[in-house]
């Protein structure tokens, strides 16, 4: 590492509170640990865990960087020890811990993938915290199979837009939720099936007639509070929901019955506190059955709008206004 410099650019959050708290600053040149590699960063990925971060409402877990950012892009430029798959000059994506929103950032070797064929490094850091949200949760916690039918809710969000790419390449049914008739329409164009604006329309009466009064298998849902109790009337018996945000608020009123009843599941995950050999055997997983789609151009990254890294309080601007149709990413 003598070739690199002392110091990295860093956007740091020096106290919670609106996106103008993001601050650049300087700090030491982070070493790669055994295991881990060392990436000068071409783009990172902007999501809500780091709003929530920065509103002090989701600190980084023990031992990871308190810098946000949890996707990056880049170059390859140290390798720890043990790191064997990777070597100096290496294209990746990785999913990171924090950390992200710098010029250089450390990933753990096992949670880096090659960047696919023919994507740009900006469109490949808009891909490991959604794909890996998305792979987990709708296909593995939900186990969403051929032909099944799933709801999903922010259908115009980074989780939204790679669910409906996914879920239609994998042969399910695909409803989604958005704001607008714009966001609807660009979910269509997406390969929804059905776009439900929860603005204007009842997404349970419209889930159920859709499917002829049955309700729907599988359901991701980042909004909770009062959006619990309707998934449970929107779901079809033996129907499974997978919480991934709480949007809406962290608690609810249910009518348990209605899931005893319908024998519903109920589940969900974080991704960025999992152990490193779960995240690990995700990627595994991501670059076996989804990496392939991407490199075929079946499932596309949708990128709204880069920012500099040093406009980092402008990107989150942005996503807070929710005025964003898919991915939203810094370039450094």
């Known amino acids: 590492m003598a070739d690199l410099p002392a110091e990295i650019t860093a956007i740091a959050i020096p106290q919670p509170g609106g996106p103008e708290v993001l601050a650049p600053e300087h700090r030491p040149m982070p070493v790669p640990g055994p ?7 071409a783009a990172a990925g902007v999501n809500r865990p780091d709003v929530m971060q920065r509103k002090g409402l989701y600190p980084a877990p023990p031992g990871a960087s ?3 950012g949890l996707e990056i892009a880049g170059e390859v430029v140290a390798i720890g020890s043990g790191a064997s798959r990777w070597k ?5 994506t990785a999913l990171v811990s924090g950390g992200g929103y710098a010029t250089y950032c450390v990933a753990h070797g096992d949670h880096a993938l090659p960047v696919p064929a023919g ?9 490991p915290e959604t794909v890996f949200t998305v792979w987990s949760n709708l296909f593995e916690r939900g186990g969403l ?9 922010g259908g115009t969000s980074g989780i939204g837009t790679t669910a409906i790419q996914l879920a239609k390449a994998f042969g399910a049914t695909i409803i989604v939720t958005a704001g607008s008739e714009e966001k609807c329409e660009a979910c269509r164009k997406l390969g929804a099936d059905l776009a439900i604006n929860y603005n204007t329309q009842d997404f349970v009466a419209e889930t159920k007639a859709a499917t002829g009064g049955k309700g729907v298998n599988v359901i991701l849902d980042m909004i909770a509070g009062t959006y619990v109790d309707r998934n449970y009337d929107a779901a079809a018996p033996d129907g499974r929901i997978v919480q991934i945000a709480v949007q809406g608020g962290p ?5 348990i019955t209605r899931l005893m009843l319908k024998r519903l599941t109920h589940t969900g995950s974080t991704l960025r506190a999992r152990p490193v050999a779960e995240k690990a055997a995700i990627a595994r997983e991501v ?3 989804v990496w392939p ?4 151009g079946q499932v596309r990254p949708v990128v709204f709008r880069t920012f500099p890294l040093a406009e980092a309080a402008a990107a989150h601007a942005l996503m807070e206004s929710s005025a964003h149709i898919g991915k939203i990413v810094l370039t450094a």
């Open 88 to 92: 100096p000059g290496d294209t990746v």
């Open 35 to 41: 295991g881990e590699i060392l990436v000068k960063v």
């Open 145 to 153: 199979k051929r032909g099944e039918t799933a709801l999903v809710h």
């Open 66 to 68: 308190d810098i946000p």
């Open 287 to 289: 670059e076996a059955k």
């Open 251 to 255: 608690k609810a009123t249910v009518n």
């Open 119 to 127: 994507l740009s490094m900006v469109e490949a850091a808009a891909l």
């Open 293 to 296: 789609l991407v490199v075929s």
